[in-house]
């Protein structure tokens, strides 16, 4: 009881970062078409910055984690305006936000090396769930967070006069401009969105895991990989896709060991898809 209840507690915290970092990779598929190999980056800037500033300039975590979120953004928006002209080619999109992320990983390389860095957890101590099940209490609020924010950003796709224009862009972008709704401020505003999702997402991974350059690479194939399981350009479908992978990960983990953790997370996909390929909510175009 107390492993389930372990496997569960874990499962659902790590599935609530992915589903931040895979709904912002599927935002914009959804909207513009393309797949943004540099959402990685806002991933990992934002936590790098967050240790940057505590350390270097004794700001406080919170305040940190504002301003980690605030240059996410900055960068998603200038991903936005380096695929500008070039959204209509999607390989020179693969490969000029690939070639951008790789570049981010050596100046992270470089600036702070290779080793693993840990992030200052806002809120210390350790929490009794159950009998003697002990959860940090950094875990715990990690998920009331990355769920506060999904239920936030459902919200808003759907009750917002902007989430609505994302949603008409993203079904029909040419019907969208007859209708008078300007797609570049929508493409806009859907890069600004994911950006912070991801800069959430790699604050809340920073407060449980050690963080490294590499982490830019590794996060986009989890984004990728549960965004195909779920569906592309399906929102739902990524943050169920999300959990699914989530608890999976960590139930093979204290099972099997973490060595075994990211081949039967992928193995998984493959069988699901291989049963339903275009995921669990895509739909045949």
Same mark, same amino acid.
């Not at 984690?65 to 991903?79: D, E, K, N, P, W």
């Not at 940090?136 to 999904?150: E, G, N, Q, W, Y």
């Not at 950006?195 to 986009?220: C, D, E, H, K, W």
């Not at 929102?235 to 999976?248: E, L, P, W």
């Given at each position: 009881?107390?492993?389930?209840?372990?496997?569960?507690?874990?499962?659902?915290?790590?599935?609530?970062?992915?589903?931040?970092?895979?709904?912002?990779?599927? !935002? /914009?598929?959804?909207?513009?078409?393309?797949?943004?190999?540099?959402?990685?980056?806002?991933?990992?800037?934002?936590?790098?910055?967050?240790?940057?500033?505590?350390?270097?300039?004794?700001?406080?975590?919170?305040?940190?984690?504002?301003?980690?979120?605030?240059?996410?953004?900055?960068?998603?928006?200038?991903?936005?305006?380096?695929? %500008?002209?070039?959204?209509?080619?999607?390989?020179?999109?693969?490969?000029?936000?690939?070639?951008?992320?790789?570049?981010?990983?050596?100046? #992270?390389? #470089?600036?702070?090396?290779?080793?693993?860095?840990?992030?200052?957890?806002?809120?210390?101590?350790?929490?009794?769930?159950?009998?003697? #099940?002990?959860?940090?209490?950094?875990?715990?609020?990690?998920?009331?967070?990355?769920?506060?924010?999904? !239920?936030?950003?459902?919200?808003?796709?759907?009750?917002?006069?902007?989430? %609505?224009? /994302?949603?008409?862009?993203?079904?029909?972008?040419?019907?969208?401009?007859?209708?008078?709704?300007?797609?570049?401020?929508?493409? /806009?505003?859907?890069?600004?969105?994911?950006?912070?999702?991801?800069?959430?997402?790699?604050?809340?991974?920073?407060?449980?895991?050690?963080?490294?350059?590499?982490?830019?690479?590794?996060?986009?194939?989890?984004?990728?990989?549960?965004?195909? !399981?779920?569906?592309?350009?399906?929102?739902?479908?990524?943050?169920?896709?999300?959990?699914?992978?989530?608890?999976?990960?960590?139930?093979?983990? %204290?099972?099997?060991?973490?060595?075994?953790?990211?081949?039967?997370?992928?193995?998984?996909?493959?069988?699901?898809?291989?049963?339903?390929?275009?995921? !669990?909510?895509?739909?045949?175009?």
């Amino acid at each position: 009881m107390i492993e389930l209840l372990e496997i569960f507690v874990f499962g659902t915290a790590m599935g609530g970062i992915f589903a931040l970092l895979a709904s912002g990779f599927s !935002l /914009i598929f959804g909207v513009s078409r393309i797949l943004n190999f540099a959402h990685g980056v806002c991933f990992s800037i934002s936590a790098y910055l967050v240790i940057y500033f505590i350390k270097e300039f004794s700001v406080d975590i919170f305040s940190a984690s504002i301003l980690g979120i605030f240059f996410a953004v900055l960068v998603g928006f200038f991903v936005y305006a380096l695929t %500008k002209y070039i959204r209509h080619n999607v390989v020179m999109v693969i490969i000029v936000t690939l070639a951008f992320a790789l570049l981010v990983e050596q100046f #992270l390389l #470089l600036s702070f090396g290779n080793r693993g860095l840990t992030m200052p957890p806002f809120v210390e101590g350790i929490q009794v769930i159950y009998e003697n #099940l002990r959860i940090a209490k950094v875990r715990l609020l990690a998920i009331a967070i990355a769920i506060a924010t999904l !239920l936030a950003l459902e919200f808003f796709i759907s009750r917002t006069i902007i989430g %609505k224009r /994302i949603n008409a862009v993203s079904q029909d972008i040419e019907a969208a401009k007859l209708l008078g709704i300007n797609v570049e401020k929508v493409l /806009i505003a859907t890069f600004l969105i994911s950006s912070a999702l991801a800069g959430i997402a790699g604050i809340l991974y920073a407060q449980i895991f050690n963080i490294y350059p590499a982490m830019i690479l590794r996060v986009l194939i989890y984004a990728f990989a549960v965004v195909i !399981l779920g569906g592309l350009g399906s929102f739902r479908g990524s943050v169920v896709a999300s959990f699914i992978i989530g608890y999976i990960f960590v139930a093979t983990m %204290k099972t099997l060991g973490a060595q075994w953790s990211e081949f039967v997370m992928l193995i998984t996909i493959v069988a699901i898809l291989a049963v339903r390929p275009t995921g !669990l909510f895509g739909v045949k175009e």
